[in-house]
Structures are given as structure tokens and as C-alpha cells.
């Protein structure tokens, strides 16, 4: 199936419409797919199978909605940044992602694949985890449901993000170093899609962001969805209208982005800006802009673009915030780049630092270094007065706080 | 209806032999950059029937520490496709045993499967494994490409698969069928053959079109004779790269290698 469906309006005229959601071959476009191996199509066909009518269920629905209200703090609020929006000369909403339990939006994810892996019969869960706050709301919802919790995670990794290991292991999980190659991020998901071969039958694997196999790009985008479907209501609130003029968000994987963009994708009067981390600069050789960089190739069992050699290898990427760290993006997003459907910026090290601090000082919010990239680009968007612009802040900044003051003299003007 | 349109060293052997076939991995460009030939014939001259050169990767899902890290110290020596295929020029010189390639599929991606076919094909290569490349992908994109270069393609099929996958499995496969021993990644030492016995059975009754080779935690003499009562042969990687890495003698130490497995 193509990404252009033709279609009859409700006057018989036929227009092209674009389909930015997955197709039944798990397909974004070019993008996307389960590009596995046989040990794994077991489970990810049952997966596929099933995870559609799980999550529609009325009963998931309703233990859903009830632990997103009562335990995560949803509905987050969208907060007008008023100093902000002077700045700007533009009208500026924060989605307080950073606001939900654990401190990100992943716990929107890790409460519905819980659930689904309970409804499965997966009595053990598996989790890879780069700064660790995927790894702390996975270990957070196996706590919370009694279940058993192993996190891979890069040993450099652990050793950058000590107090995240501290807090899954307070919280029951087994974190366990991944060894091999860069020990990071990429590493440690090889490591849980191994430990997932290995342990076939009893085991769920909880990815973090919009990548891996079909269906998991779409899984998780439909978790993350509810960011923007609180948006559109908060802003018809705010504003008398569900559509801002931008909605911004920060891409690693594109976890976040791909919840911030779900119910904007097919409203073309909303620009959608994707922020990738360029780390040192886009072409320093320490980047992780990976739309500027990449190919299309296949990383974590799904085609997309990522940062790899001209023989194939995935090469290392490199960004102050271990969130944005990753060769790859998820299929969705590179369709959307590919389609021109969002528009790709990147950030420095440095711009996102600054941003940080920025935040912290007008609105009296510590952001994450991911969510700083988010903030950053409004530098180079052109915004106008009358425009509404969401800003999706991902996640708090106390996680980063060692980071903010070592390299505060590097950084500030 | 595939496996007939095929004839090279690899359908020819299994027409010839079918029982006790040893099948050993090895990666290429290890230990040494330059070692594949000499391991490659080595291997022929110890006995081996066949042969499956690995494609050094980054990030290889399916295989456990020690294929991981030959991987990476191959990759580190320098190794790429193109060197691959650079160093198995004029093979068919000297090798006679069939000889397979296999992979990841974003080394093929960005190769171009299409020259690396026609590229493996002019090598006199038989076949390759890409473990994850999709069958249904295979079917659409590649068969016929390769069915007319005469290069076998193998799937994998694991204890978790059904015996409805197995038959669509065994249908766009030529060469022969990769039966995972376990359900396991490459070179598992918790995991073994005991307790395998049924599903090996259920392959055997499933009388597959293709011959069948048992791989994955294969490691002995013990191990081979075993999956060879079930299939017709079996295929040795991790515990073959372990010796490997520890050889100062190479040639030597392979032939005894493959003489002690097969005794």
C-alpha cells in the first residue's frame, strides 16, 4: 500500500490523501518493517497479532485511563510561558511531560505495554535503557504491577547515569551491563533483543522509543498519542482552537515527538519541527543528527535512516543528552522527513545548554537536555506574533543536574 | 518447486551425501585480516563439506559474545564486503567444497543486493543466510534475482516455529533449511541439545522439500553426532572461532579441529 491513498470527498470529488500512520505491512512509506530474525517472528507476530484488540479493549481502556489519571498525573498541564512568549514575540504552550511521574513522558509507554504483556501472559520484562529514564519507568511499572524487571543498559552508560541505576535497582529491576561495542544505547537494545531470543516464551520486551520491529514503532506512538490528544483539547480551551501553528519536539528515537505529532499528522495547517541533537555540529564527526547524516539502512530490526558507514556499519553517535544518543530515528520520523511532512533542525551541545539555563531563568522550569534541543530551536523558527506555538517538554531536568554544573563554564557566554 | 531450479556445489553435495554433512562457520577477516583463504582452505583440506564465511557487523542480533566479538575485532582489522569479496577472487581455484555467505541484511542493503548477487555468483559462491531478511521480502524483491544467478538462499526455522511457517519456510528456501537448535543466540553454553529431541523429531517428520542442517550450540564431536541423527549434518560457528582465537597454527589446528568433530 502506498503512503498517497486516493479518496472520495463527500462530494465525490477524489483527492490524495496522505497516510503518515502504518500500513498493514507495518510500512511508513520506505521506512519501517520487522527485519528480524527467525527467533524472534514468534513473538512479534503475536504481538501484531494481537495488540490492536488489547489495547482497544474496554477493560485495558478503562485500566489505562485510570493509572495515567491517578498514578502518572495525567492530564499534564499545557502551561502558556508567558516571559517566554515576550522573547519570542509569539505565543508559546509548554506540554509538561516533565511533569508525570518519574519524570518523563515514557511512563506513558511503559503503563501501556505492562498492561499488554500482563495480557499476554509474560510474566518477565526486559528493557533497554540510554539515560535510564525508560529504565526507570519500566523498572516503575513492574514494581507497581510485581513483576520481574531486567534493564540493559550501556556500561558507559551506568557509569554517566549512577543515580538512574540507583533508582531501578531501589526499585526491584536487575541492571545489567551491556559490554559490547560502544556500551551504549545501541548496545544495550542489541543486548535485550538477545536476552528476548534467549527467553522466547515467558518474556515481554518493553521498548522505550519508536523503533524496533513492527509493530512497536506504532505501538508506542499510539501510547505516547495521548500527549497530543490532551493538546488539542487544552489548546480549544486556551486558544478557541485544537491546532497550533507549531508543535516542536525532540527526536532521538522519537518517542516523545511521535505522541506530540500523532493527531496533528493529517492537519497540514500545523507545522510539525522535529529537533535532532548535532552534538558538537552537525558535521564535527560528534553528532547525532541522524536525517543529516544517515541512510536508509536497517538498525534494531526496522528500516529507517541512521548513521552508518559506506559498508554498513552503524557508527557512534554522539550528543550531551544520552536521550538524543541513538544512530537511528524511528520509521515514522523518517517517512515524515522524507515526505517533507516535518521539518528537521538540528541543535548543539551548547545551544541546547543554553536553553536550559534560559528555561530555568524566565519560567522557573529545569528541563532535560533533551527537551533544552526543543526549546533551543525556537532561535531559528520564524515565528510570528499571532502564531500559537507547543513546545513538548519531554522531561525534567534533575537527571541532568551533574551535567549542568560541570559544564557551565564551557558553555555559558 | 524452488530447490529443483538450482543446481551448484550445494545441491550437488546434498544430492551426493546425505548424512553427516559438517557444515563450520568462521568470520572473515579473522584473526587476521588477511586469514580468510588460508582458514577457507584449511577448512576443505580437514574435511569439512561446507562452508559459511561471516560477514562482519556491528551490531549482530542473532549472535551471542564470542561471534560478537570476532566480529568487531575483523571490523577493527579492517574488514569490509567489498574486502570479502576482493579476498575469495580465484577461489574456485582452489576450493571445492560448497561455500556460503552469511550476513546481516544491512550489509547487503548497502552493498546493492543486486551486484553482490551477480558479485558472489561470478566468486562461484553457492548461496548466502541472512538471517533477517524476511522471507515474505525474499519472495517479493530477491528469488527470482537469485534463482537466476543460481544461489541457494537458506531460513532459518527455531523450536518456537509453527508448522505452518515451517512449510512456507521450507517453500522459498533452496539449499537447505538452518534448524536452530535451541532457542537461543549464537553460542549459548547454558543451552544445549538435551531436551531437543521432540522438536528435532517434529522436523524430521515434517519431511521438508530442503535437506535440513542443525546449527546453534553445536560444539563437539558429542554434539555433532547427535543433530546429525536428526538432520544431515550440522553446523559448528562459535565453539570453531573460540579455537580460532586462541591458535598460533592455524592450518594445523583447523584440520584437527574438524578431525576430532568428525572423527
Known sequence: MSIHEEKKDILGQSYIYMNYQVDKKGFYGNFGGAYIPEMLVPNVEELRNRYLSIIQEESFQTEMDQLLRDYVGRPTPLYLAKRLSEKYNTTIYLKREDLCHTGAHKVNNT????????????????????????????????????????????????????????????????????????????????????????????????????????????????????????????????????????????????????????????????????????????????????????????????????????????????????????????????????????????????????????????????????????????????????DVVVINLSGRGDKDLMTYITRKDEFTK | MTSTKINNKLTQLFATKKKGLLNIYFTAGYPQLEDTRTILKALQDGGADMVEIGIPFSDPLADGPIIQESNDAALHNGITLKKIIQQLQGMRDEIHIPVLLMGYINSALQYGVEKLVSDLSELGVDGMILPDLPVDEYKEKYQDLFEASNLSMVFLVTPQTSAERMKYIDQASSGFIYVVSTASTTGNEAKDLAGQKEYFERIHQAKFNNPTMIGFNIKDHASYTEACQYANGAIIGSAFIKMLGNSHLLEKDIKEFVSFVKQ
Open chain 1, 111 to 386: 503503563i501501556g505495554q505492562i498492561l499488554l504483556a500482563r495480557r499476554l501472559g509474560k510474566t518477565r520484562i526486559i528493557a533497554e535503557t540510554g539515560a535510564g529514564q525508560h529504565g526507570v519507568a519500566t523498572a516503575t511499572v513492574c514494581a507497581l504491577m510485581g513483576m520481574e524487571c531486567i534493564v540493559y543498559m550501556g556500561a558507559v552508560d551506568m557509569e554517566r547515569q549512577k543515580p538512574n541505576v540507583e533508582r531501578m535497582k531501589m526499585l526491584g529491576a536487575t541492571v545489567r551491563p551491556a559490554n559490547s561495542g560502544s556500551k551504549t544505547l545501541k548496545d544495550a537494545t542489541n543486548e535485550a533483543i538477545r536476552d528476548w531470543i534467549n527467553n522466547p516464551v515467558d518474556t515481554h520486551y518493553i521498548i522505550g522509543s519508536v523503533v524496533g520491529p513492527h509493530p512497536y514503532p506504532d505501538l508506542v506512538a499510539r501510547f505516547q498519542s495521548i500527549i497530543s490528544e490532551e493538546m488539542r483539547e487544552q489548546l480549544i480551551d486556551k486558544t478557541g482552537s485544537p491546532n497550533p501553528n507549531y508543535v516542536i519536539a525532540c527526536v532521538g528515537g522519537g518517542s516523545n515527538a511521535a505522541g506530540a505529532f500523532y493527531h496533528y499528522l493529517n492537519e497540514k495547517s500545523v507545522n510539525l519541527i522535529a529537533v535532532e541533537a548535532a552534538g558538537q555540529g552537525v558535521y564535527s564527526g560528534h553528532s547525532a543528527a541522524t536525517t543529516f547524516l544517515g541512510k536508509p539502512g536497517v538498525i534494531h530490526g526496522s528500516k529507517t535512516l541512521l548513521m552508518q558507514t559506506e559498508d554498513g556499519q552503524i557508527t557512534e553517535p554522539y550528543s550531551i543528552s544520552a536521550g538524543l544518543d541513538y544512530p537511528g530515528i524511528g520509521p515514522m520520523h523518517a517517512n515524515l522527513f522524507e515526505t517533507g511532512r516535518a521539518k528537521f533542525y538540528s541543535v548543539t551541545d551548547g545551544e541546547a545548554f543554553n536553553a536550559a539555563m534560559l528555561l530555568s531563568r524566565m519560567e522557573g522550569i529545569i528541563p532535560a537536555l533533551e527537551s533544552a534541543h526543543a526549546i533551543a530551536v525556537l532561535e531559528n523558527i520564524p515565528v510570528k506574533k499571532d
